[in-house]
């Protein structure tokens, strides 16, 4: 039974690719505390991926497993947190429907998010109707749930505003009936990519995932962007900028070593390959066990669907509550 007077928590993830370390530290460890003491609802936003893959649908299906594959790796646990599936909560379009009254084309257009993703994608047809109401449709999501807080990234800031504007817009016209949501920011920063140049992001190629085997990880950890100008073992090396340092800052457990090696690499004598080694190391060792789960998961595929259905149906009735209050606050017809 979940507790009634736990605070609600929604978030969730778009299909498109394998979680990876970035997804680790900027939200996945989060979540894994958060289950204990919220009542945590995590979807997997496959509708939401569609607006910008509608014509690669196979990804966006074969990356709704992979998504919650890394969830249980990490210890998302679906006793505690409800994990669902975005298209099998049939609730979600429908109050976005309602929704789309509240807000105008020329808002949706000023959304920083939605401004940046459009210049990132190129749209070659002109942008798709859906695409540009999608955060109307991740406010139906967050306000569905009766959501207190939403953890996200900082990416994510402009949708949320957007969401608590329509909140306050249909509260004045329809009588107080949701709830304003508040952000949980994400603490630690994105996760720059092994290439040191971009966030860790699937399109860029700069990830290590948390499937990767060790030699993968080996491999990645040896090609990492370091100090350029740091050529020969005894040259005096840069810390800020050099990505392995930034890993190490963000994965080592044992800070008196990562401060040791930063003055031995500043002072010169510490060769990149050696730091590199020992980063290889400590992600091979933190990804292990993840891996190993991952697969044992992979291996009873009837579970993992058992699994989505049972949180969709969950989600699917704490939906409908919503849609009810809803529609008779816009005093539509409900027998
Ligand atoms: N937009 C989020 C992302 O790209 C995914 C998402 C969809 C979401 N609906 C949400 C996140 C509701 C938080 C709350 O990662």
Redesign the pocket.
């Known amino acids: 039974m979940q507790n009634k007077t736990k605070k609600i928590i ?5 299909p498109t690719g394998k979680l990876h370390l970035g997804h680790l530290i900027g939200s996945l460890t989060n979540r894994i505390k958060l289950q204990d003491e919220y009542e945590q609802n995590i ?1 997997i ?1 496959d509708t ?1 991926a569609l607006t910008d893959n509608f014509k690669t649908p196979e990804k966006v299906r074969q990356n709704i497993l992979e998504v919650l594959l890394d969830y249980l790796a990490v210890g998302i646990d679906p006793q505690k947190t409800t994990i669902f599936v975005q298209s099998l909560v049939p609730q979600l379009p429908e109050i976005t429907m309602y929704y789309l009254n509240l807000v105008t084309v020329p808002r949706l257009e000023r959304n920083p998010t939605i401004k940046e993703e459009i210049k990132l994608r190129k749209f070659s047809e002109g942008i798709p109707a859906g695409f540009l109401v999608y955060p109307v449709s ?1 406010a139906s ?2 306000t569905a749930f009766d959501a207190d807080l ?1 953890p ?1 990234g900082e990416d ?1 800031l402009p ?1 949320l505003e957007q969401c608590n504007e329509i909140v306050r817009k249909f509260n004045s016209i329809y009588g107080k009936t949701l709830k304003e949501p508040k952000v949980l920011l994400s603490k630690t920063p994105r996760l720059i990519g092994t290439d040191g140049k971009n966030k860790m992001s699937k399109s860029l190629g700069n990830t290590i995932y948390l499937d990767d085997n060790d030699d993968i990880i080996y491999s990645k950890v040896m090609s990492m962007y370091t100090d350029p100008n740091h050529i020969h073992v005894n040259d005096p090396g840069k810390i800020e900028g050099n990505t392995v340092f930034t890993y190490l800052d963000a994965f080592c457990n044992d800070m008196d070593e990562v401060n040791s090696l930063k003055r031995q690499y500043k002072k010169g004598g510490l060769g990149d390959v050696t730091l590199k080694k020992f980063l290889a190391e400590i992600l091979i060792k933190l990804i292990k066990p993840i891996r190993e789960r991952r697969r044992e998961f992979a291996a009873d595929e009837k579970k993992l669907y058992e699994i989505l259905k049972n949180g969709s149906e969950n989600a699917e009735k704490k939906a409908a509550k919503t849609l009810k209050k809803i529609k008779s606050a816009i005093q539509l017809l409900t027998f």
């Open positions: 929604l978030t969730g993830d778009r979807m936003a939401q991740q999501d967050i939403v996200v994510q949708l």
